[in-house]
């Protein structure tokens, strides 16, 4: 269902919500069986639409509020189940709560540090939230019960993984505006989770004027001290939310006490938040054991300047530091929650940050010789003295060998140092140090083992982030083992949840491309799209991107246990998936969202746009500059609506003033082009510059064109020649192809340079781009910056030619007919000619006229011969049209003799002037075809 649709379920279930709190708060157990199970089709929020029957109820654990919170089981899992209500709310003040925490809770679904919502259903119109179950509670409780007293690197651990937690949140531009402990629950690893984000708003609503919620104990007192009805911007309100956080962390120091404990009424705690002092003086004394990070952090937080306030990755870096030297806590219980449905190991012996050791003989100490091949002749005699000590378990003499100076920086030598460590029994800390060093030296292996230690606590403390990070670095860099190990359930929320992150980015395609391989990925395959078919939007992102970039292929050993979805839901999936801010799914969707698309694609273009555009004009989506920019797109080529250049100019703008770098290089064209807005080179210039800057690559290359032409700003070589390298650096083949013609055809004396030329078309031939390999081909052909290679010629034609380009089937059907460079066969000649005419090229056109009346290749056929010859003439085809008129002179290929059209074409032709065209009239008519006159016309300017 729509946003409408969804808000009418939620208006619906609230109305009567006064008059079922204290029923449902009454109930210890029920089966909750309602109507209006499957409620149609939800498209925002993000968050799946549950059957009602699908989830048991049980005791309230908790209230708060605007809720109570019970126990429950979902599938056979416990959950938490929120019944949304609040008897002193007006019902349109609940409604819009509700509405605003499902919205926000979907998402940041991706984030680890998020209460995850699993779903929502209707329990007696009231709306229930289902969301993760936290076995320890909230963290003021948790801090009160004494569980953490003393522990100081556990409170640092959780109090860095808030600050990325509330970092990740600011990140999808939404202010939480209720930060306290309270709102904070720990799972059974002591893993923070934010909560309760009715209240909260994005960074749109907020610049608009929207009010963030609050708690007064927590809130900033810059807040108290504005006039009513100021508008924070979005930074003030996140400097708001760092101030909270400062609480939280003095709460952690404090064991769970209250801040202000000595201030009751409300008129005091205002006097006290709008003193220019020392704010701790008001908040509470900390204890003086505190570390001094702790309290550094926490006065810096509480800085009445708001200004002056650290940001939330400075103050990661600072918990990180004193946990890396601080001592280990002491062993005590995890979880006073132990249930029935946990799966992991009982963690009453067990330390948050230490835990009991894995085997980590495991861990396989293997050496290739691509390994050892790349060492120096020095390096590998020490390295192979080493190893034999190793293989010996003479540990003592193969630590020596490889910690020699001139090896032991080596990732390789640290690799098998950390195996020497296991093998000697030493101290779990040093085998991970040492396979650190041999990760972040790039080694696959070693990136493997640092993600083994952090998954199983060996020598670290568990961290699984950390953990999927460098098992994702080592099946980039093709370990099977650790491709092997991402296939396994556990991890596949790790995986949907990097995928759909909104920074996901080509470097993700390494390694998913080997974590889905075919033939051993079918498993998690099926996985993912029975969770997508349950109604998980997530996971129907995911699948849909998984389809597009052809990691799974429907009906090949995958979905045999589920229902198969249809083109239709994959491709509006996928748009959904770019709409909720992933980039992968975005670079598809522009793929996709083309004026000549595949067939079953361009079907639900109409579909698509609609989405887009509701979520352009809600102002509130993660991809929000993706879908004004694509509407622009859909506007200005009229995919999915009528074409209307004036509204794509509208949607460019919008998307382009806010930084987007597509619009940025579609707004440029607009103003070139004078499409949908007056024609201004200079406005056109200026925004082309914006995206350049930005980075854009395509943007840069552009910039380099204007340059060379003058357009919008002077001619400038120099410039065109910095940004088309900067570009073709970064990797662009559309720069690498046009930096290499800029070196071949560079005007200045003394600056051209064919070589340097030769060697960016070859960079950009090797990305497979078909207008590079066509240009390396003419460069074999013509020895531009090489010597002539007609065999290499017309293989890089023929890659061209496969790859799409018509210019290229019309060369290499010429190499075909000649025998130039390949075996003559006049047949495939034909086939590429009349591939190529398929494609609207008028020189295949041409060409193919010529092999029906010369009979080559194909059956000799005058009619077709004519046809094909009037339509290479009709385009202006100078050849053609020599030949048109010469065959009405001689009466011959089918056309009759007519001289004064024979004037008129020869005369048209543009190698012919009127009195050779006269001259050639003068002679007698001739009784045979005239020979093939093949020749290459502008090739060098048309490329396709």
Same mark, same amino acid.
């Given at each position: 269902?729509?946003?409408?649709?969804?808000?009418?379920?939620i208006?619906?279930?609230i109305?009567s919500?006064?008059?079922?709190?204290?029923?449902?708060s009454s109930?210890?157990s029920s089966?909750c069986a309602v109507?209006h199970?499957?409620p149609?089709?939800s498209?925002?929020p993000r968050?799946p639409w549950?059957a009602?029957?699908?989830?048991?109820r049980g005791?309230r654990?908790?209230h708060?509020g605007?809720?109570?919170?019970?126990?429950g089981t979902?599938?056979?899992a416990?959950v938490a189940i929120?019944h949304?209500?609040?008897? /002193?709310l007006?019902r349109?003040e609940?409604?819009?709560?509700?509405?605003?925490?499902?919205?926000?809770l979907g998402?940041?679904?991706?984030s680890n540090?998020?209460?995850?919502?699993?779903?929502? !259903?209707?329990h007696?119109?009231?709306?229930c939230?289902?969301?993760?179950?936290?076995?320890n509670?909230d963290?003021q409780?948790?801090l009160?019960?004494g569980?953490?007293?003393?522990?100081?690197?556990? %409170?640092?651990r959780?109090?860095?993984?808030?600050?990325?937690?509330v970092?990740s949140?600011h990140a999808e531009r939404?202010?939480?505006?209720?930060?306290?402990?309270?709102?904070?629950?720990?799972?059974?690893?002591l893993?923070p989770k934010?909560?309760d984000?009715?209240v909260?708003k994005?960074?749109?609503?907020?610049?608009?004027g929207s009010?963030?919620?609050s708690?007064?104990?927590y809130?900033a007192?810059?807040r108290l001290?504005m006039?009513?009805g100021y508008?924070?911007?979005?930074?003030?309100s996140?400097?708001?939310? @760092?101030y909270?956080?400062g609480?939280?962390?003095?709460?952690?120091?404090?064991d769970?006490?209250?801040?202000y404990?000595?201030l009751?009424?409300?008129e005091?705690?205002?006097?006290?938040?709008?003193?220019p002092?020392?704010q701790?003086?008001?908040?509470?004394s900390l204890?003086d054991?505190v570390p001094?990070v702790?309290?550094?952090?926490?006065?810096l937080?509480?800085s009445?300047?708001?200004?002056?306030r650290?940001?939330l990755?400075s103050i990661q870096d600072?918990?990180d530091?004193?946990i890396a030297?601080?001592?280990?806590?002491s062993?005590?219980?995890?979880?006073?929650l132990?249930?029935?449905?946990t799966?992991s190991?009982p963690a009453s012996?067990?330390n948050p940050?230490?835990?009991?050791?894995a085997d980590a003989?495991?861990?396989?100490a293997?050496?290739?010789?691509?390994?050892t091949r790349?060492l120096?002749?020095?390096?590998?005699? @020490?390295f192979?003295?080493g190893w034999?000590?190793f293989?010996? %378990?003479?540990?003592m003499?193969a630590?020596?060998?490889f910690?020699?100076?001139e090896?032991?920086d080596?990732?390789l030598?640290?690799?098998?140092?950390?195996h020497?460590?296991?093998?000697?029994?030493d101290?779990?800390?040093?085998?991970?140090?040492?396979?650190?060093?041999?990760?972040?030296g790039g080694?696959?292996?070693?990136?493997f083992?640092?993600?083994w230690?952090?998954?199983?606590?060996?020598g670290t403390r568990?961290d699984?982030s950390?953990a999927?990070?460098?098992?994702?670095?080592?099946?980039?860099?093709g370990?099977v083992?650790?491709?092997?190990?991402?296939r396994?359930?556990?991890?596949?929320?790790?995986v949907e949840a990097?995928?759909g992150?909104?920074?996901?980015?080509g470097?993700?395609?390494?390694w998913?491309r080997n974590?889905?391989?075919?033939?051993i /990925?079918d498993?998690l395959?099926d996985r993912?799209?029975? /969770?997508?078919?349950s109604?998980d939007?997530?996971?129907?992102g995911?699948f849909a991107l998984?389809?597009?970039l052809?990691f799974v292929?429907?009906?090949d050993?995958?979905?045999?246990?589920?229902?198969?979805p249809s083109?239709?839901e994959?491709f509006?999936?996928?748009?959904?998936?770019g709409?909720?801010?992933n980039?992968?799914?975005?670079c598809e969707?522009?793929?996709l969202?083309v004026?000549?698309?595949q067939?079953?694609?361009s079907r639900?273009?109409a579909?698509a746009?609609?989405l887009?555009?509701?979520?352009a004009e809600?102002?509130?989506?993660?991809?929000?500059?993706f879908?004004q920019?694509?509407?622009?797109?859909c !506007?200005?080529l009229g995919?999915?609506?009528a074409?209307?250049?004036t509204m794509?100019?509208r949607?460019?703008?919008?998307?382009a003033?806010?930084?987007?770098t597509?619009?940025?290089?579609?707004?440029s064209n607009?103003?070139l082009?004078g499409a949908?807005?007056?024609e201004d080179?200079?406005?056109a210039f200026r925004?082309?510059?914006k995206a350049a800057s930005?980075?854009?690559?395509?943007?840069?290359t552009k910039?380099?064109t204007?340059y060379?032409?003058?357009t919008g700003?002077?001619?400038?070589?120099d410039?065109a020649?910095?940004?088309?390298?900067?570009?073709a650096?970064?990797?662009d083949a559309?720069a690498?192809?046009?930096l290499?013609d @800029?070196?071949s055809s560079d005007?200045r004396d003394?600056?051209?340079?064919p070589?340097?030329?030769?060697v960016?078309w070859?960079k950009a031939a090797?990305?497979?781009l078909?207008?590079a390999q066509?240009?390396?081909?003419?460069?074999?052909d013509?020895?531009?910056?090489?010597?002539?290679?007609?065999e290499n010629?017309?293989?890089y034609?023929?890659?061209a030619?496969?790859g799409?380009?018509?210019?290229?089937m019309?060369?290499i059907?010429?190499?075909y007919r000649?025998g130039?460079?390949?075996e003559?066969?006049?047949?495939?000649?034909?086939v590429w000619?009349?591939?190529?005419?398929?494609k609207s090229s008028?020189?295949?056109f041409?060409n193919?006229a010529l092999?029906?009346?010369?009979?080559?290749g194909?059956?000799?056929?005058?009619e077709l011969?004519? %046809?094909w010859l009037?339509?290479?003439?009709?385009n202006?085809h100078?050849?053609?049209?020599y030949?048109?008129g010469q065959?009405? %002179?001689?009466?011959t290929g089918?056309?009759?003799?007519?001289v004064?059209?024979?004037?008129?074409?020869?005369?048209n032709a543009g190698?012919?002037?009127?009195?050779e065209?006269?001259?050639?009239?003068e002679?007698p008519p001739?009784?045979k075809f005239?020979?093939?006159?093949?020749t290459?016309?502008g090739f060098?300017s048309?490329?396709?």
């Amino acid at each position: 269902m729509d946003d409408s649709d969804h808000n009418i379920v939620i208006t619906q279930a609230i109305k009567s919500s006064s008059s079922c709190s204290s029923s449902s708060s009454s109930s210890s157990s029920s089966n909750c069986a309602v109507p209006h199970d499957k409620p149609p089709h939800s498209a925002s929020p993000r968050v799946p639409w549950l059957a009602a029957d699908s989830v048991i109820r049980g005791d309230r654990i908790g209230h708060g509020g605007f809720c109570s919170v019970f126990r429950g089981t979902l599938g056979g899992a416990t959950v938490a189940i929120k019944h949304m209500s609040a008897p /002193s709310l007006a019902r349109e003040e609940l409604e819009k709560t509700v509405q605003n925490e499902l919205r926000l809770l979907g998402r940041l679904r991706h984030s680890n540090f998020i209460t995850q919502v699993l779903g929502y !259903y209707q329990h007696n119109d009231m709306v229930c939230i289902v969301m993760a179950f936290a076995e320890n509670g909230d963290l003021q409780r948790f801090l009160r019960a004494g569980r953490l007293k003393d522990y100081w690197s556990t %409170k640092a651990r959780i109090c860095a993984d808030v600050a990325k937690a509330v970092d990740s949140v600011h990140a999808e531009r939404i202010v939480h505006g209720d930060l306290k402990a309270s709102n904070i629950l720990l799972d059974r690893f002591l893993t923070p989770k934010l909560g309760d984000f009715g209240v909260s708003k994005t960074f749109t609503s907020v610049a608009r004027g929207s009010q963030l919620g609050s708690t007064l104990r927590y809130i900033a007192p810059e807040r108290l001290r504005m006039k009513p009805g100021y508008k924070f911007s979005h930074e003030e309100s996140v400097l708001s939310d @760092i101030y909270a956080y400062g609480l939280i962390m003095w709460e952690v120091a404090t064991d769970g006490k209250l801040p202000y404990h000595e201030l009751e009424d409300k008129e005091s705690l205002v006097v006290a938040k709008i003193h220019p002092g020392d704010q701790l003086e008001y908040v509470g004394s900390l204890p003086d054991d505190v570390p001094g990070v702790f309290r550094d952090t926490i006065q810096l937080c509480l800085s009445c300047d708001p200004s002056l306030r650290p940001s939330l990755a400075s103050i990661q870096d600072a918990l990180d530091a004193y946990i890396a030297t601080a001592p280990p806590s002491s062993v005590f219980p995890i979880s006073s929650l132990q249930t029935a449905q946990t799966t992991s190991p009982p963690a009453s012996t067990n330390n948050p940050m230490w835990l009991p050791l894995a085997d980590a003989d495991s861990l396989r100490a293997d050496v290739s010789d691509d390994e050892t091949r790349v060492l120096t002749g020095s390096q590998k005699d @020490i390295f192979g003295i080493g190893w034999f000590y190793f293989e010996e %378990k003479m540990l003592m003499k193969a630590v020596e060998q490889f910690e020699n100076p001139e090896l032991r920086d080596h990732p390789l030598a640290q690799r098998i140092l950390g195996h020497c460590h296991i093998a000697a029994g030493d101290d779990p800390v040093n085998v991970f140090k040492c396979f650190k060093r041999s990760a972040e030296g790039g080694d696959p292996k070693g990136q493997f083992n640092l993600a083994w230690c952090f998954d199983h606590r060996y020598g670290t403390r568990q961290d699984l982030s950390s953990a999927f990070q460098w098992y994702t670095a080592s099946a980039a860099a093709g370990n099977v083992e650790a491709a092997k190990v991402l296939r396994e359930t556990r991890w596949s929320k790790h995986v949907e949840a990097a995928i759909g992150a909104p920074d996901a980015s080509g470097s993700t395609l390494d390694w998913l491309r080997n974590v889905f391989a075919p033939g051993i /990925s079918d498993a998690l395959a099926d996985r993912i799209m029975e /969770s997508a078919r349950s109604g998980d939007a997530h996971a129907q992102g995911f699948f849909a991107l998984l389809y597009y970039l052809s990691f799974v292929i429907l009906g090949d050993n995958v979905g045999e246990h589920a229902e198969t979805p249809s083109v239709t839901e994959l491709f509006i999936w996928l748009v959904k998936f770019g709409i909720g801010g992933n980039k992968l799914a975005q670079c598809e969707v522009r793929k996709l969202l083309v004026p000549r698309p595949q067939p079953d694609v361009s079907r639900y273009f109409a579909e698509a746009f609609r989405l887009l555009l509701e979520e352009a004009e809600l102002l509130e989506a993660p991809g929000l500059l993706f879908c004004q920019c694509q509407v622009g797109i859909c !506007y200005g080529l009229g995919i999915g609506v009528a074409r209307d250049e004036t509204m794509a100019f509208r949607w460019n703008y919008a998307a382009a003033k806010a930084g987007d770098t597509v619009a940025q290089c579609n707004l440029s064209n607009q103003y070139l082009w004078g499409a949908g807005t007056d024609e201004d080179r200079e406005e056109a210039f200026r925004w082309c510059l914006k995206a350049a800057s930005a980075g854009d690559t395509s943007g840069q290359t552009k910039l380099a064109t204007m340059y060379i032409h003058g357009t919008g700003t002077k001619v400038d070589y120099d410039l065109a020649l910095q940004w088309c390298t900067a570009a073709a650096e970064a990797g662009d083949a559309n720069a690498q192809l046009q930096l290499g013609d @800029i070196y071949s055809s560079d005007p200045r004396d003394g600056f051209a340079n064919p070589r340097e030329a030769f060697v960016w078309w070859s960079k950009a031939a090797e990305t497979g781009l078909a207008s590079a390999q066509l240009q390396l081909g003419i460069a074999y052909d013509e020895g531009l910056g090489t010597e002539p290679d007609k065999e290499n010629a017309a293989q890089y034609f023929l890659k061209a030619a496969q790859g799409g380009s018509s210019e290229a089937m019309v060369r290499i059907g010429e190499c075909y007919r000649d025998g130039r460079g390949v075996e003559k066969d006049a047949t495939k000649a034909f086939v590429w000619f009349e591939r190529a005419a398929n494609k609207s090229s008028v020189e295949a056109f041409y060409n193919l006229a010529l092999c029906y009346r010369n009979g080559l290749g194909t059956e000799r056929d005058m009619e077709l011969g004519k %046809k094909w010859l009037l339509k290479a003439g009709g385009n202006r085809h100078e050849q053609a049209m020599y030949l048109i008129g010469q065959s009405y %002179k001689d009466g011959t290929g089918g056309f009759g003799l007519d001289v004064e059209k024979a004037r008129e074409w020869m005369g048209n032709a543009g190698e012919f002037d009127m009195n050779e065209a006269s001259d050639e009239l003068e002679k007698p008519p001739v009784g045979k075809f005239p020979s093939a006159r093949f020749t290459w016309c502008g090739f060098f300017s048309r490329r396709k």
